[in-house]
């Protein structure tokens, strides 16, 4: 899941452009330019480097694809943020003949964060709260499950040449990790603790006008299976790797800004679980474009190309016997619009699905039309 309110106008435009965007905050969806890293930073990117965003007095809001919403507000040394991210689990339940049931399980997320930020090192604590409900498949009583889901620690360093960040999660799962069963041992849950540990630098967004920018960084984790409301606590442990790279860069032909990159990444798990061993990986180019249209105006958008191999062993605990060897490639595309005047902005952007399979209703579920609406504000 993944990135600052920042002065970053002037990487819009140089010399010849003919203006700047009126309001100096930075662009509010990276997906319209592909996550470029050479692009002015996003207002998530004080979840990942919250000194980028020291001194600032901003807020913002977004929202986006399938109803997520986020916002947050910057006030010189401090920052607090919001996130409700929805999602849909599969809870699987056995009755008391053995017979298997799906039942979908409406969740939603919400995380709080909060910290302090200077133009030399920043810190941040974000806690996370799922709550859900599910419909008995026998009985058809309703039930609601609650928890505290979450628990991240992030934190970054920041000098001329590149930022160093780095963050600590520990996370509860989702529903779709648990499994009800109700037989001759007594009902009992799966249940997962998940850690992870990343660390990361980054040089961007690109230093002036143009030029080239860098992002990186490797996590390190494990997820515990084990049984809740039983005896044993014995467990399966199933270790993460990942790798992830990308290098963007700037320049301009007239007003036009263009955007090239490539995003490249290794994801490794190991364990005896099923997978016993998967490793993926893959590289997705891409490209985007800033175009200026006229006053207060801008026109955004790019593609990106992800080709991907997967090599997966689903024996658990045996010897290894490799059984799919995938190329998966696909593309996506974004395309939006950016309305910037005095000391605020607007930017609306229309989903992938939308440029793949045609026009859906505006109603917030994937594919629609609109993928994202949000706006930000200087409070300076």
Same mark, same amino acid.
């Given at each position: 899941?993944?990135?600052?309110?920042?002065?970053?106008?002037?990487?819009?435009?140089?010399?010849?452009?003919?203006?700047?965007?009126? #309001?100096?905050?930075?662009?509010?969806?990276?997906?319209?330019?592909?996550?470029? /890293?050479? $692009?002015?930073?996003?207002?998530?990117?004080?979840?990942?480097?919250?000194? $980028?965003?020291?001194?600032?007095?901003?807020?913002?809001?977004?929202?986006?694809?399938?109803?997520?919403?986020?916002?947050?507000?910057?006030?010189?040394?401090?920052?607090?943020?919001?996130?409700?991210?929805?999602?849909?689990?599969?809870?699987?339940?056995?009755?008391?003949?053995?017979?298997?049931?799906?039942?979908?399980?409406?969740?939603?997320?919400?995380?709080?964060?909060?910290?302090?930020?200077?133009?030399?090192?920043?810190?941040?604590?974000?806690?996370?709260?799922?709550?859900?409900?599910?419909?008995?498949?026998?009985?058809?009583?309703?039930?609601?499950?609650?928890?505290?889901?979450?628990?991240? *620690?992030? +934190?970054?360093?920041?000098?001329?040449?590149?930022?160093?960040?780095?963050?600590?999660?520990?996370?509860?799962?989702? *529903?779709?990790?648990?499994?009800?069963?109700?037989?001759?041992?007594?009902?009992?849950?799966?249940?997962?603790?998940?850690?992870?540990?990343?660390?990361?630098?980054?040089?961007?967004?690109?230093?002036?006008?143009?030029?080239? +920018?860098?992002?990186?960084?490797?996590?390190?984790?494990?997820?515990?299976?084990?049984?809740?409301?039983?005896?044993?606590?014995?467990?399966?442990?199933?270790?993460?790797?990942?790798?992830?790279?990308?290098?963007?860069?700037?320049?301009?032909?007239?007003?036009?800004?263009?955007?090239?990159?490539?995003?490249?990444?290794?994801?490794?798990?190991?364990?005896?679980?099923?997978?016993?061993?998967?490793?993926?990986?893959?590289?997705?180019?891409?490209? #985007?474009?800033?175009?200026?249209?006229?006053?207060?105006?801008?026109?955004?958008?790019?593609?990106?190309?992800?080709?991907?191999?997967?090599?997966?062993?689903?024996? /658990?605990?045996?010897?290894?016997?490799?059984?799919?060897?995938?190329?998966?490639?696909?593309?996506?595309?974004?395309?939006?619009?950016?309305? #910037?005047?005095?000391?605020? $902005?607007?930017?609306?952007?229309?989903?992938?699905?939308?440029?793949?399979?045609?026009?859906?209703?505006?109603?917030?579920?994937?594919?629609?039309? *609109?993928?994202?609406?949000?706006?930000?504000?200087?409070?300076?």
């Amino acid at each position: 899941m993944p990135a600052a309110l920042t002065v970053a106008a002037l990487a819009y435009t140089n010399s010849s452009a003919a203006a700047a965007p009126e #309001a100096p905050l930075a662009p509010i969806n990276t997906s319209l330019l592909q996550g470029n /890293p050479a $692009a002015p930073t996003s207002i998530d990117d004080v979840l990942l480097v919250p000194s $980028a965003s020291a001194g600032q007095k901003g807020a913002a809001f977004e929202w986006a694809d399938g109803n997520h919403a986020q916002a947050y507000v910057l006030w010189n040394k401090f920052f607090a943020a919001a996130q409700y991210i929805p999602t849909t689990d599969s809870l699987v339940e056995y009755d008391t003949n053995g017979q298997k049931h799906a039942v979908s399980v409406p969740t939603a997320q919400t995380i709080a964060s909060f910290g302090y930020m200077t133009p030399g090192f920043g810190l941040g604590l974000s806690l996370a709260y799922r709550d859900s409900s599910a419909e008995d498949v026998q009985t058809n009583q309703q039930s609601e499950y609650y928890k505290f889901s979450q628990v991240k *620690l992030f +934190a970054s360093v920041s000098n001329s040449a590149m930022d160093i960040y780095g963050s600590l999660v520990w996370a509860k799962p989702s *529903l779709n990790d648990w499994e009800a069963i109700d037989g001759d041992n007594g009902q009992y849950y799966l249940r997962t603790d998940s850690v992870m540990l990343q660390l990361g630098a980054r040089h961007a967004p690109a230093t002036g006008a143009e030029g080239l +920018a860098w992002n990186g960084n490797v996590s390190l984790g494990y997820d515990y299976y084990r049984r809740s409301g039983s005896d044993s606590n014995k467990g399966v442990y199933t270790w993460l790797v990942k790798a992830f790279g990308q290098v963007g860069y700037a320049f301009f032909v007239e007003d036009i800004n263009f955007l090239p990159g490539a995003d490249v990444y290794v994801n490794y798990l190991n364990g005896k679980a099923d997978p016993d061993y998967n490793l993926t990986v893959g590289v997705a180019p891409n490209v #985007a474009v800033s175009v200026p249209l006229f006053e207060h105006w801008t026109l955004k958008g790019g593609a990106k190309f992800y080709a991907e191999q997967t090599l997966i062993d689903s024996y /658990p605990g045996k010897a290894s016997v490799f059984n799919d060897h995938g190329l998966i490639a696909n593309t996506t595309g974004n395309v939006g619009l950016r309305y #910037a005047r005095d000391r605020w $902005a607007a930017e609306a952007g229309v989903s992938n699905g939308f440029l793949n399979r045609g026009p859906n209703f505006v109603s917030g579920a994937s594919g629609d039309l *609109l993928y994202s609406f949000g706006f930000t504000v200087n409070l300076k």
